[in-house]
């Protein structure tokens, strides 16, 4: 196995083109063609934690942030020691970061359902989070591989599901013009084939690619793609999120339920003077999101989890009636990472993944 077998899994789970604008998201240190077989999951690729990993033998850490986010003028132990051991040891790194936080089932999804929330969607949703329709008709034995090429290109993923598609059978018709070559029949006759209708959704930002891949497979001259843009459709992706509560709960019970599953003995919580009795509507953005509180407000949330939040954005929230639950900026990430695990198992069973010991949030509450 390669790295870029691991790397593909992950873009799969994570499409880089969710990242926000300013993120430094992909492979950022190692080469894809190296060997993979083992793997660690942090959010800090520290000192610690890269010690960890060349102990456990691994060859590739998957860090949720981004050990190289500003342009690095100068490689040196004192300007980046961290970046220099990796490479210095052949460890290559790959970071996901708000890639994750946006894609369906990923960092914000475990947050929403840590808090038990239903009937989910985005607090704001990402521009490639944008859906098209896209349709060809295929000659009933180049299905798959017209189908394979697709999906292999970003097409038919919904939510958490992929390759992702539907088709129906029918007759098409045409006939070739002069100097053409058709696949089926002769130039020049009217002729009618059997042909399957095949249909599957795709973000805006991977239709070109996707259309490309779908004429490279298909063995038609001109083969029919039609590509609908989808108005106003719901995509579970997207930054934050916002839902229903199964059973309206009080407070207590949120907090209860997030340090429990935070496994965290302390967090930080802001309520207004009138807090509600019970929540009904919630919301949730990991790390350091807190200026979404607006968002979560104008949308009828109660209640807000994130991992840190400014002075005065906590004031503001509570003044328009939001309580807000502050976790830390790393605890609200982390307990995402061993669902990220298992969700590349499942697609790579012979991978050895390990979640790392030494990764932690650096600050304690004393």
Not at 150 to 165: E, R, T, V
Not at 326 to 344: D, F, K, M, P
Not at 352 to 363: A, N
Request: glycine content about 8%.
């Amino acid at each position: 196995m390669r790295v870029a077998d691991v790397v593909d899994v992950l873009e799969r789970l994570a499409p880089p083109e969710l990242a926000a604008e300013w993120d430094n998201v992909g492979l950022l240190i190692g080469s894809g063609d190296s060997t993979c077989r083992r793997v660690m999951l942090c959010i800090d690729l520290t000192p610690d934690v890269l010690a960890e990993a060349r102990r456990s033998r691994c060859q590739l850490v998957v860090a949720y942030h981004p050990p190289i986010f500003k342009p690095l003028s100068r490689l040196t132990p004192a300007e980046a020691p961290v970046v220099l051991e990796a490479i210095r040891h052949g460890l290559a790194v790959y970071s996901p970061h708000t890639a994750l936080d946006a894609a369906a089932g990923g960092t914000n999804d475990v947050l929403a359902e840590i808090l038990g929330l239903g009937q989910c969607r985005p607090l704001e949703h990402t521009d490639a989070s944008a859906q098209c329709k896209i349709v060809v008709f295929t000659p009933p034995g180049e299905l798959s591989r017209v189908a394979d090429a697709a999906f292999s290109a970003g097409a038919g993923i919904i939510g958490q599901y992929y390759d992702c598609a539907f088709f129906s059978h029918g007759i098409g018709a045409f006939c070739g013009g002069e100097g053409s070559k058709p696949t089926v029949g002769h130039a020049g006759r009217h002729e009618a084939t059997e042909e399957v209708r095949l249909e599957m959704i795709c973000p805006r930002a991977d239709v070109a690619r996707a259309v490309g891949a779908i004429r490279a497979a298909h063995s038609y001259e001109e083969p029919a793609i039609d590509v609908y843009p989808l108005a106003d459709s719901f995509d579970a992706r997207g930054m934050g999120r916002i839902g229903r509560l199964a059973r309206p709960a009080g407070v207590d019970e949120l907090v209860r339920r997030v340090k429990r599953a935070l496994k965290l003995k302390h967090v930080l919580l802001a309520s207004p003077p009138a807090r509600p009795a019970r929540v009904a509507i919630a919301a949730c953005s990991a790390g350091s999101a807190g200026s979404m509180f607006r968002a979560a407000a104008a949308q009828g949330a109660a209640f807000y989890l994130t991992g840190e939040m400014r002075h005065h954005d906590a004031l503001a929230a509570t003044q328009l009636g939001l309580t807000v639950l502050c976790t830390g900026h790393s605890n609200s990430e982390r307990v995402a990472l061993g669902r990220l695990a298992e969700r590349i198992v499942s697609r790579l069973p012979r991978l050895k993944l390990q979640l790392s010991q030494r990764d932690r949030d650096p600050f304690d509450i004393v």
